[in-house]
């Protein structure tokens, strides 16, 4: 990708040490970019990217905690320098049916998907300016209706809501906003979504024109042409990154 480079620049990304997190910090450090990291798994980000010189700074950060997530801004402050991309990639959330979903579900759900990705943002808006980008990772359950999920489509629509009002809020600073939505992606949480099973699996690629499960990596790609001057014209959109799962 042409001028995509994120050359020395300082990203922040938190749900590192895994999944779609972990292949856009590869993905970004391949491309030269500087790193800070928060990850409620500090050994297993420890383990990926304590030897590398590029990631500055690998906290503890539960991102749902505002005391963690000022953390991570003080990090920021610390280098001095202004941080070109923020992805707060952190979300997930249990599923339940309607008449079974508890309050202490719908609290975690939401503070999962919605409260750490706005409360990264708010803490690391102080060192964004000009040139800067948010991603955020909404999915396209945002915009489904699937059984037994509706805490966790509710919070993924929000996020992509906060894309856009986050593009609108910040667009006279010069920094832009944009969403992800992935659909099934091979990852830990994927895998749990449909208990191992194997007929499971294929009954959900029997849904996608490509015929397979997204690859954490064509997350990445995508969040690096969010994050870059690629898309300097960009904001307040939402990529599907689906396989065409919902384009039927
Ligand atoms: N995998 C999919 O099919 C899919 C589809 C659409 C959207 N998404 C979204 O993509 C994002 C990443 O999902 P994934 O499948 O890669 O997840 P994952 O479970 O594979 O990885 C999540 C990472 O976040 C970290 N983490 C979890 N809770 C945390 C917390 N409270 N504070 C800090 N770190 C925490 C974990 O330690 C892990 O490193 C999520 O927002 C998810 O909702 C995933």
């Known amino acids: 990708m042409k001028n995509a480079s994120m050359k020395d620049e300082l990203c922040v990304i938190t749900g590192a040490a895994a999944g779609i997190g972990r292949a856009i910090a590869e993905r970004f450090l391949e491309e030269g970019a500087d790193l800070i990291i928060g990850d409620f798994d500090i ?14 700074k690998i906290l503890k950060v539960d991102a749902t905690r505002t005391e ?3 953390k991570l801004a003080e990090a920021a402050k610390e280098t001095g320098r202004q941080i070109k991309a923020v992805l707060p990639i952190v979300g997930n959330g249990p599923t339940n049916m309607i008449p079974d979903i508890t309050p ?3 609290h975690l759900t939401m503070d999962l998907n919605v409260f ?4 990264t943002v708010q803490k690391l808006l102080p060192y964004m300016t000009e040139g800067s980008a948010i991603v955020l990772i909404s999915s396209i359950a945002g915009f489904q209706g699937g059984e037994g999920a509706l805490v966790y489509n509710a919070a993924k629509a929000a996020v992509r809501s906060m894309a856009r009002s986050m593009a609108g809020e910040l ?4 920094i832009r906003a944009n969403a992800i939505s992935p659909g099934p ?12 099973d194997d007929s499971v699996r294929s009954s959900i690629i029997a849904n996608i024109p490509l015929g397979r499960i997204g690859r954490p990596s064509e997350i990445a790609s995508v969040a690096l042409f969010l994050a870059s001057d690629e898309s300097s014209f960009v ?14």
């Open 185 to 196: 992606t091979e990852t830990k949480a994927f895998t749990e979504f449909v208990n191992d």
């Open 68 to 70: 963690d997530l000022d």
């Open 116 to 119: 750490s990705a706005f409360f």
């Open 235 to 248: 904001t307040g959109a939402e990529v599907i990154t689906d396989g065409g799962f919902t384009n039927r």
């Open 104 to 106: 202490e579900e719908f």
């Open 43 to 56: 050994d297993g980000a420890n383990k990926l990217y304590g030897d590398n010189p590029k990631v500055l």
């Open 171 to 174: 667009a006279s600073r010069g």
